[in-house]
């Protein structure tokens, strides 16, 4: 049994999901604004987070990044529209995935689930040195730990499983779909904006110069590859 917070101001959206992830034997505490879903934060803990990126008072996307900025709570953005935009901004914001509303009982819990699995630290590793050594970064495999300069790095979930699988196999391309696929699960194959936003996250905390990639650079047409070279 999951602990879910729910923030949606609609109440009939509220209420219907509410219902239908009670059904799945999931414990549900709902609000309608993002200020109420903040305090709730800071006083009781939750397994994953329900976020309605359009909401009165403070948006979503602002919700979203105050979240972030407490942990690694996984964070799923819940959209009205198929709307390249308001998504990439989400997940820039610091969201793990989303689903566009009306929202399938099914199609959810199926994220939920695959978004706690990567939380939860099922995560390959690679034969060989646990621990590598890429310019400034350091990444121990074994403990799951990335360090920049010596200092460790906050990653997020979905951060530290796409640093790990581009730098399993440094210069080697690799495609949207590949790492869809390997990140994100079979069920998310088709959304690039998946991938360009958390490497746009990524890149944040590991390069120099986000604007100038050392570490993972963009190959045009094709995907991503691990440097330096």
């Known amino acids: 049994m999951l602990r879910v917070l729910l923030i949606e101001d609609h109440q009939t959206v509220r209420d219907g999901l509410q219902m239908a992830l009670t059904r799945q034997g999931h414990t549900v505490d709902a609000v309608a604004t993002g200020e109420q879903g903040l305090a709730y934060l800071h006083e009781d803990a939750c397994d994953v987070v329900l976020l309605d990126l ?15 900025s407490l942990g690694d709570l996984p964070i799923i953005i819940l959209t009205a529209r198929n709307d390249d935009i308001d998504i990439v901004a989400g997940l820039e914001a610091g969201a793990d995935d989303y689903v566009v509303k009306p929202v399938r009982a099914r199609v959810l ?3 939920i689930r695959a978004v706690l699995r990567r ?13 590598e050594q890429h310019g ?3 990444i121990d495999r074994a403990a799951l730990v990335v ?7 906050g990653l997020a979930p979905t951060e530290l499983r796409l640093l790990l ?4 196999a440094p210069g080697q391309v690799l495609s949207r779909q590949q790492l869809l696929k390997a990140v ?15 490497v746009q996250r990524l890149r944040a ?3 120099d110069d986000s604007s100038k990639p050392v570490l993972v650079q963009t190959v045009r047409g094709f995907g991503y590859r691990f440097g330096p070279l």
């Open 165 to 168: 699988e581009l730098s399993r």
């Open 147 to 153: 360090r920049r300069n010596g200092v460790p790095v």
């Open 109 to 111: 819990e199926a994220r």
């Open 54 to 68: 359009m909401l009165p008072g403070m948006d979503g996307f602002e919700v979203c990044q105050r979240i972030r």
């Open 184 to 198: 994100w699960e079979h069920g998310y194959l088709g959304d690039s904006r998946l991938v360009d936003a958390c």
């Open 136 to 138: 400034a970064l350091t």
């Open 205 to 207: 905390k590991i390069e």
């Open 119 to 131: 939380a939860g630290g099922e995560i390959r590793r690679s034969g060989g040195e646990p621990v």
